[in-house]
């Protein structure tokens, strides 16, 4: 039999080392089901995992990475801070959405006026603004009538996507586009656009906002004394509010920040590597984005390399997909699996394994 | 000399870092009420627990009516003939009476049958309980009542208690000691757990006493002064916390005519609470567990507004003022639970000391915090009130209790509060640790600060109180000079018996 018994503090080494073993398992895993699959589970991991960095084609898939990870982490980072006070934002999907919406559309109300100082600065506030109002929503309903922010955040989701499909089919329609779908390509819209700051890299200003972003946080969370709130809030709500935390502000705080970094990266995908707003623009960015958060363990510096991971799988598994001929759901069970893994292997953080039979001693 | 019923050799126990009881053995004759007799962390619980197979002993043996007996769960237990009545009830809020009985029994006979029974019994022993009340409405001591009639019910021939009158009132106390004559007439044995002389030495016969997972010895409690009993469960002279004669100053905290609702859905509503701390005094507020003791707390550290003019601190109004603004001012408090409401169990202890010492320690600096700070202050508390912590970095949940106690309580008393607010203060310390910080809260008292000790230990606050009242279904009593008061008083201030008569 096996038994597991808590361990008096969590274990500092299981706490590293659950995301390395998460991944392992995850290849193990993952290739016993590509093998199922009919597919050398070797040369899949390798197209998954190597070949996009040192491959022949790494020239360009290393520039994918970037343009991949930026939004994941920005998101990740500002829902990690809710994560870990125990507020869910789950809609960051929906914030990213009206983001884009919003900055998007300050960006195209100039068009086509060459002012890129006055412009694209504008647009990356109304981005974030958008997701902050959006993120509002569930924030306000929860500390007004405390609804559940996991439901209403999720559920506004949807309400964003129709919200999308009638912006790209009605008011930001490109006047010029033959009446297909979709607004004018802000990439080609100098004043607009998110450009590649060098060129072959996928480093745009999304990417430079993220590493801002993971650094604020950091600095938030290990030395603000608004970090310091939120941790004890997740941690005891009861101690936080005799410490003196007010539950109404932090709750806003936590949405609002997460809300504005989701909006943010919208912004930045819909003004480069997206171009314009489509009725499909959004990809999922902001659920993933779930898994990045808890596979960083919600620290920023974790959710830097778990979106760089991330970001991995998505354009390896893209490869695996062209090249190989697996079957797109084979790639998200794949993963899938990472997140499975890795709350799976957490236990053994708090936890220690006893094999055998409970010792009659 | 007959079979005892139970007789325990040998039985040792080790948890890991810890032998918690060390060849043990003691006996129980039949009809007899046994004391087990201990500080906390000395043992008892996991003594009993054994013989009631919620866990297994590393080694020895024990018989029962002199067979071998070692039970593998609480089921083998009870239909060997062992019940217990623990000291937190294992009860539902939202069901009644009758059906929690229900829940704890093998095989519940039909509830119409059952009710008839908890009635018959309840009846016969001067329990009085209505089966159809929801436990919800009860009292603690009520409560009890509903553990022991579920006990009775199976017959059995060894009760054990864990702490029954830590809840009680003295009225209530004395109709439990009641009950427990008349089952001991009966034949049917009682293992009875305290660490309260007085009431061992009234009620038992037998008294085997346990120091550090170890039997120092056994007395006949009632030859035995309760002086020398102390000395044997301590083992070491108790430092009585030194007399105070201080003048009192001006009113520091006024409460007047406060009345607000609990948070929770079964917690009492304070109603009408009127009271002056001067600095200097020590106020006790005794009573029953339940009775308004934690929104008491809360009130009066911040968690839980109220109007703003209902309470002074300095005949300034803070009604309306969050924790943070109240520590600003002076007003301090440490909450009974320790872990998760006190300090937070899986943060350090430096972290926990910043939790709430963060603003009069200076500890930040334009919302930064300085972690340096919060540790040198954790160690300061640790070695002022001897916190046994490997460092300041271990969570707070790997602190033994009394120690986290030390460290909750002594993190507000070195933040020099102008009015302290503590709730139990010492629950679940041992006796030494329990006379530092009584000490360190008179020190504080003669150092002019205001102070208010919500407790449900009597002496602990007959022995430090200037000025004593009681909480009642959330009133207070009239606030009275603790000298000179007798203990029917004391038990008429926290509510008599709660309308319950004595068994016949």
């Known amino acids: 039999m096996i038994r597991l018994e808590k361990r008096a503090a969590p274990s500092r080494i299981w706490a590293y080392l659950t995301p390395v073993v998460a991944v392992l398992a995850t290849m193990v895993a993952g290739g016993a089901l590509f093998a199922l699959l009919g597919t050398d589970p070797w040369q899949a991991i390798r197209t998954i995992f190597w070949d996009p960095i040192f491959g022949e084609f790494a020239f360009y898939y290393r520039g994918q990475l970037l343009v991949k990870a930026g939004p994941l982490i920005l998101i990740a980072v500002g829902l990690a801070l809710g994560f870990k006070a125990g507020i869910w934002n789950i809609g960051a999907e929906g914030q990213y959405i009206i983001g884009a919406i919003c900055g998007a559309a300050v960006g195209l109300a100039f068009y086509p006026m060459e002012a890129r100082w006055l412009i694209f600065p504008l647009m990356v506030i109304a981005g974030a603004i958008g997701g902050f109002l959006w993120a509002m929503i569930p924030g306000i309903l929860r500390t007004r009538f405390n609804t559940n922010e996991i439901l209403v955040s999720l559920l506004l989701v949807y309400v964003a996507e129709q919200i999308l499909a009638w912006m790209a089919l009605g008011p930001l329609r490109n006047p010029e586009g033959a009446g297909f779908p979709g607004s004018r390509n802000l990439r080609n819209y100098e004043s607009a656009a998110n450009t590649e700051l060098f060129a072959g890299t996928g480093m745009h200003w999304g990417v430079v906002a993220a590493l801002i972003a993971v650094i604020f946080a950091y600095i938030l969370l290990s030395r603000h004394l608004t970090g310091f709130h939120i941790r004890l809030t997740g941690e005891s709500p009861r101690a936080a509010r005799f410490a003196g935390v007010n539950p109404t502000r932090l709750v806003l705080f936590c949405l609002g920040v997460s ?63 062209a090249t190989l001929g697996l079957p797109a759901a084979a790639i998200q069970a794949f993963q899938g699996m990472l997140l499975f893994f890795l709350l799976g292997f957490d236990v053994l953080t708090n936890f220690r394994v006893r094999f055998g039979a409970r010792a009659a001693a | 000399m007959t079979t005892p019923l139970l007789q325990v050799e040998g039985l040792t126990k080790a948890y890991p870092g810890v032998i918690a009881n060390d060849d043990v053995g003691f006996s129980i004759g039949k009809g007899t009420v046994h004391a087990l007799l201990g ?160 009431e061992i030495r009234t009620l038992c016969d037998a008294a085997t006493i ?245 407790s449900q230990d009597l002496d602990e606050l007959m022995e430090i109180s200037t000025t004593f009242a009681a909480l009642n279904e959330g009133r207070l009593s009239k606030v009275r000079p603790a000298q000179g008061l007798t203990i029917d008083e004391i038990g008429m201030m926290m509510g008599g018996a709660h309308g319950m008569e004595v068994a016949s």
């Open chain 2, 210 to 454: 346990l120091r550090l997972g170890k039997v120092v010895g056994s007395a006949d409690p009632k030859v035995t002064s309760a002086r020398d009993l102390a000395a044997m469960m301590v083992g070491e002279e108790l430092k009585v916390p030194a007399a105070r004669d201080h003048s009192l100053g001006d009113v520091a905290l006024r409460v007047d005519g406060l009345s607000v609702a609990s948070p929770g859905a079964f917690g009492t509503s304070l109603k009408e609470i009127s009271l002056e701390l001067r600095k200097g005094e020590v106020l006790g507020v005794g009573g029953v567990a339940g009775n308004g003791q934690d929104e008491l707390l809360g009130v009066l550290s911040g968690e839980i507004k109220s109007p703003a003019a209902a309470i002074l601190l300095d005949e300034k109004p803070v009604g309306q003022l969050g924790p943070v603004e109240r520590r600003a001012l002076g007003l301090l408090a440490a909450p009974e639970e320790r872990l998760g409401h006190a300090a937070a169990p899986d943060m350090s202890l430096s972290e926990n000391a910043a939790l709430s010492g963060w603003l009069r320690k200076g500890m930040v600096n334009r919302n930064i915090v300085d972690w340096k700070k919060a540790r040198n202050f954790a160690s300061e508390v640790i070695s002022t009130f001897d916190v046994r912590t490997p460092g300041t970095e271990v969570p707070a949940r790997a602190l033994s209790g009394g120690n986290l106690q030390k460290f909750v309580v002594g993190r507000e008393i070195l933040q020099s509060p102008e009015v302290l607010v503590v709730n139990q203060p010492t629950w679940g310390v041992d006796a030494s640790a329990a006379a530092a910080i009584r000490q360190a809260l008179l020190d504080l008292a003669a150092a002019g600060a205001a102070v208010l000790v919500i």
């Open chain 1, 259 to 321: 809300g504005a970094l989701a909006g943010l990266a919208g912004l930045f995908e819909v003004a480069g590597p997206s171009g314009q707003i489509s009725i499909d623009f959004n990809v999922g960015y902001g659920f993933t984005a779930i898994i990045v958060a808890f596979l960083g363990r919600l620290h920023p510096v974790g959710i830097l390399l778990a979106g760089l991971l991330m970001a991995l799988t998505y354009i390896g598994g893209e490869a695996a997909q």
């Open chain 2, 39 to 198: 500080e906390n962390g000395a043992g008892k619980s996991t003594l009993v627990k054994m013989v009631y197979g919620l866990v297994r002993s590393d080694q020895g043996e024990m018989r029962f009516d002199g067979e071998v007996f070692s039970p593998a769960s609480p089921h083998e237990a009870r239909s060997t003939g062992i019940a217990m009545v623990f000291q937190h009830f294992s009860l539902f809020d939202a069901l009644d009476v009758a059906e929690n009985v229900a829940l704890g029994m093998e095989d519940p006979p039909p509830m119409r049958t059952l009710a008839r029974q908890i009635q018959d019994v309840s009846e016969s022993y001067g329990l009085p309980l209505n089966p159809d009340r929801l436990v919800g409405d009860l009292s603690a001591g009520e409560r009890q009542r509903v553990e022991i009639i579920r006990c009775l019910l199976q017959d059995p021939k060894l009760l054990i208690m864990d702490e029954p009158t830590s809840v009680l009132t003295p009225q209530e106390v004395e109709i439990l000691f009641q009950t427990l004559r008349k089952l001991q007439s009966e034949g049917t044995s009682i293992l009875y757990i305290s660490h309260k002389l007085e």
